[in-house]
């Protein structure tokens, strides 16, 4: 090789590896992967140790990020031990695994950090890298590397993504491997592809799952910089489809800076994405939420609609008003197909909730994909594990390893209905597995509150189970008691008040921010037994106050109306009215016809607010074409 050393390309992770004490471990021969630790030395056995049941740990660990985290600390303190133990590491890789032993998107994962952990080795030791040989070994390894990822590179998703990406490094990297530049046209072209097929119209990937959206929306973000740095050209279409992904990006994230961990996913924050993404496509708003309002404008929505990926958002705003940013309240509603592949949980209506500055209602995560037992990975995606309604204790979609072959639960948006003060989501969703049908209408009040209504329907008796998902902050902190309107459970910065009969409960559920490691949390549990047709009406208030709020409903037959009193000062009182059917009908205190609407007035009854809320069209809503037939969102 002669001393050739890689180009310094842009590393869209190298940021999250600049940890020294993962380094300084590594050196010790200690590997802290996915919450567990295990000794195994500097010339590990890489095919004879004794490692997880879960593959999962043995894959993160061949992918070798931690590299990137030993270049680092190599960069910061000139000590070539850092260097000399990554050497070690590599060189035993290359001389005892074959180079088609894991997947392609591993052996993707694993050139692209060689790469990146290299080039900063070279930096930083120069000639060092070069010494005995071990260039040349590490180029020889990337090259066969290489040639088994483009042999067999996956046909679509996430894995696909991945791939390319490393091909598109590899050749920004280290030119003399593609002399005539034929893999990085190959790779640039090939990408945008698959941006344009594995990216919704709406922005959402087709994986649905918000972690695997960032997955690769890094790899796209990625390409752009690096386009930008090597001056290099894109194919038209791309900016506009990458726009959609962050916008899904900046919608998806939640007040405290972190996504929710929808369909096989982990929590996590990439404002660091949006922070660039908004200096490369010059978008104020994405730049405003990725430094957290320090710089840019806000964005101009609050509510957002993704209706091709089946996600909406309610918002009470973006820390331009009243509240900070972290305050702000949030809700997602997962309304749309299950996810592509194997990624999909079985959670049609669920819905994640956020106030104060801290995450009330969550989706409990991934955990792990090993289905050996205990069954960890069947607990964590089936619908019990989702905030939304069990029937007969039954799983929505039949659980199978890997997707699913058969019969998955149908879910669709009905209606949005918004107005000043009131965003409305009506959904439903069917399931192969029973023959009731389940809506769910998600009405998010003064910016302040949601009321959710769930109505089952069915020709036979069957048990229906409501739950809410908290957090471990909540374990030893719920109180289940009577209010003035129903059962009421207090937890920490939050009310739930169920009205009429309900049996409320809690039982022991988990949460899993990260992948391996999970946490015991409570959920709320609310059941309905020996019924065709079921309503569940419950208050979720953000609410600091001891107190429960006043809450009161009356049946009017085609209508509801919910009465809620609250405030710290009880300083207001709500009605709020919408008919069954979603069409406009005379509604008290109204002289036109309306699906929803309310009013607030103060103590004295002088009227505050009056609002009604009318259809709006969620395609035009997210600026997308309506398809010409489209079954999953009916509006």
Request: net charge negative; charged share 25%.
């Amino acid at each position: 090789m002669n001393g050739r050393r890689p180009h310094r390309t842009f590393c869209v992770i190298e940021h999250l590896h600049r940890n020294r004490a993962v380094a300084d471990e590594v050196v010790e021969g200690r590997f802290s992967i996915q919450g567990r630790t295990l000794e195994l030395g500097v010339e590990p056995r890489w095919l004879g140790a004794t490692l997880p049941a879960d593959r999962e740990w043995r894959l993160e660990w061949s992918k070798f990020y931690y590299g990137l985290d030993l270049a680092d600390a190599g960069a910061a303190t000139g000590d070539p031990k850092y260097l000399r133990v990554w050497q070690r590491l590599v060189d035993g890789w290359i001389g005892q695994v074959p180079v088609d032993l894991d997947p392609t998107d591993v052996a993707a994962r694993r050139v692209s950090n060689w790469v990146y952990a290299w080039s900063r080795f070279a930096e930083t030791f120069g000639a060092l890298c070069d010494a005995d040989g071990f260039s040349d070994r590490l180029s020889l390894s990337i090259c066969r590397q290489l040639s088994y990822v483009i042999t067999h590179l996956t046909r679509e998703r996430n894995h696909r993504t991945l791939e390319l990406y490393a091909l598109f490094s590899v050749a920004l990297a280290l030119p003399w491997l593609d002399p005539a530049n034929r893999l990085l046209d190959f790779s640039i072209d090939a990408l945008h592809r698959n941006l344009l097929d594995d990216v919704l119209a709406d922005g959402v990937q087709r994986e649905r799952s918000t972690h695997y959206h960032h997955v690769v929306l890094r790899s796209f973000v990625g390409l752009r910089e690096n386009a930008r740095r090597f001056g290099l050209s894109l194919p038209d279409g791309f900016d506009a489809r990458l726009a959609r992904a962050c916008d899904f990006s900046m919608h998806c994230h939640r007040p405290d800076g972190f996504i929710p961990a929808l369909s096989d996913s982990d929590t996590g924050s990439y404002l660091d994405l949006l922070r660039l993404a908004g200096s490369l496509l010059n978008r104020a708003d994405w730049t405003y939420v990725g430094t957290r309002g320090v710089a840019g404008q806000p964005p101009q929505q609050r509510h957002a609609a993704f209706p091709i990926g089946g996600y909406f958002v309610q918002r009470s705003g973006w820390g331009d008003r009243t509240r900070s940013l972290a305050d702000e309240r949030y809700l997602i509603f997962d309304c749309g197909e299950i996810g592509d592949g194997g990624h999909g949980h079985y959670d049609a209506l669920n819905v994640e909730i956020a106030a104060g500055g801290r995450p009330l209602v969550v989706d409990p995560g991934r955990y792990t994909y090993c289905d050996d037992p205990p069954h960890w990975r069947r607990w964590f995606k089936g619908t019990h594990a989702h905030n939304t309604v069990t029937v007969d204790g039954l799983d929505q979609t039949p659980y199978r390893r890997g997707k699913p072959k058969f019969g998955v639960a149908r879910a669709r948006l009905l209606h949005r209905l918004t107005g000043s003060g009131l965003d409305i989501l009506w959904g439903e969703a069917v399931s192969p597995a029973y023959d009731v049908v389940h809506q769910r209408r998600v009405l998010f009040v003064a910016e302040e509150y949601w009321l959710i209504e769930d109505s089952l329907h069915s020709n036979n008796a069957h048990q229906y189970e409501l739950r809410f998902h908290l957090t471990p902050e909540s374990n030893d902190a719920v109180c289940v008691g009577r209010s003035a309107g129903g059962c009421a459970v207090h937890t920490r910065g939050t009310v739930f008040v169920f009205d009429g009969d309900p049996s409320i409960s809690l039982e022991a559920g988990w949460i899993a921010e990260q992948y391996g490691i999970k946490e015991a949390a409570p959920v709320v549990v609310a059941t309905m037994t020996g019924r065709a047709d079921a309503r569940f009406l419950t208050l979720v208030m953000p609410t600091d106050v001891a107190a429960a709020p006043e809450f009161r409903v009356a049946d009017g037959g085609d209508t509801w109306t919910v009465e809620v009193g609250g405030g710290d000062t009880r300083a207001w009182r709500d009605r709020v009215m919408w008919t069954r059917t979603g069409e406009a009908l005379p509604l008290r205190g109204f002289n036109e016809p309306a699906a929803a609407a309310w009013t607030r007035s103060s103590p004295a009854g002088d009227l505050l607010v009056q609002s009604i809320a009318t259809v709006v069209d969620v395609w035009k809503d997210a600026g997308i074409e309506r398809p010409a037939c489209n079954e999953e969102v009916a509006l």
